[in-house]
């Protein structure tokens, strides 16, 4: 189920139309594909699951597609890039990356948010809008701690050697770590893993030739200029540990001009990104940078 309601998701409400239209994902009948472009074309937004948290509190796990492979796309959080009820801005992107970006982050509403309630991010990229609604389908549950068939979990990582762990696909603007960093130095961005080294897919078949046991992708998820990163991925040096996996990879932003930047790590595990499409063991977090003159 898992598989089928992200690519409904994406399916569903695509801009390939030029009028904006809002559609109900259980209208499958009302899919509507849009080739990819190298530019020009629309983004969509993505319903990944929710899942229920220890205090009783839900989360919506959301991405996008952006189906421009050579256009990264800027549009602020406002009319064009909103969230309703409740916002505009609900720590939504306002950098889309090119291509399917699974779990960018969570929304996470109250005990008593029912089936009934709906959130609708919409999304107006290239004259294209696209509305996506996510409510608490007891169909969508996701579990994206553990994929129980294979004994998977995610990666977990740290900002600091003995800071807080991090584990899991929990990336809010609202919880963002908090760092500062000037224009002339930028900021060193150091991050602690360790991973259990399994892996989710499809069909659990061996891999022929797997990927490294974690990868880190950092991208600027907010902010008022361009950030530069000078190792992409960067490379993990072994360190001490217990877990099948241990190490430490370190990159270096760099700002074009001064303000607040959000920036986002998405740290995948064998499995790629967003699980081999079994919506688990991947993590997510954003730090959230003042940068001065």
């Known amino acids: 189920m898992r598989r089928f309601l992200s690519t409904l998701a994406l399916l569903v409400g695509a801009g390939g139309l030029s009028l904006s239209t809002t559609i109900d994902l259980s209208l499958a009948a009302q899919q509507i594909s849009e080739p990819f472009r190298k530019a020009g074309a629309s983004i969509t937004p993505a319903y990944e699951g ?41 720590g939504q992107p306002a950098v889309f990356l090119p291509g399917r970006q699974t779990g960018a982050f969570i929304i996470t509403v109250p005990k008593d948010f029912d089936a009934k309630q709906r959130l609708t991010w919409s999304i107006t990229a290239n004259g294209q809008t696209s509305s996506i609604p996510f409510w608490l389908n007891e169909l969508y549950e996701v579990n994206p701690w553990a994929d129980v068939a294979v004994g998977n979990n995610p990666p977990v990582i740290r900002f600091d050697p003995k800071g807080p762990a991090i584990q899991g696909p929990l990336a809010m603007v609202a919880k963002a770590i908090p760092r500062s960093a000037t ?21 659990n078949a061996p891999q022929r030739n797997p990927p490294p046991a974690v990868i880190l992708h950092w991208s600027k998820y907010r902010g008022p200029g361009t950030v530069t990163f000078d190792k992409t991925p960067p490379v993990f040096e072994k360190t001490e540990g217990a877990a099948a996996f241990n190490g430490k990879a370190t990159v270096v932003a760099k700002f074009s001009q001064p303000g607040e930047y959000i920036l986002h790590v998405d740290a995948e595990d064998h499995s790629g990104r967003g699980g081999g499409g079994e919506i688990c063991c991947f993590t997510t977090a954003m730090v959230k940078v003042i940068v001065a003159q």
Do not use: C
């Not at 989360?59 to 890039?81: D, F, H, K, W």
């Not at 150091?190 to 897919?201: C, E, H, N, R």
């Open 183 to 203: 224009m002339a130095a930028g900021l060193s961005l150091p991050v602690w893993a360790t991973d259990d080294a399994k892996y989710s897919s499809g069909s």
């Open 50 to 90: 929710w899942f229920t948290n220890a205090d009783g509190t839900h989360s919506m796990l959301i991405g996008y597609l952006n189906r421009n492979t050579s256009q990264t796309i800027e549009v602020a959080v406002g009319p064009n890039n909103r969230f309703e009820p409740g916002g505009p801005d609900l």
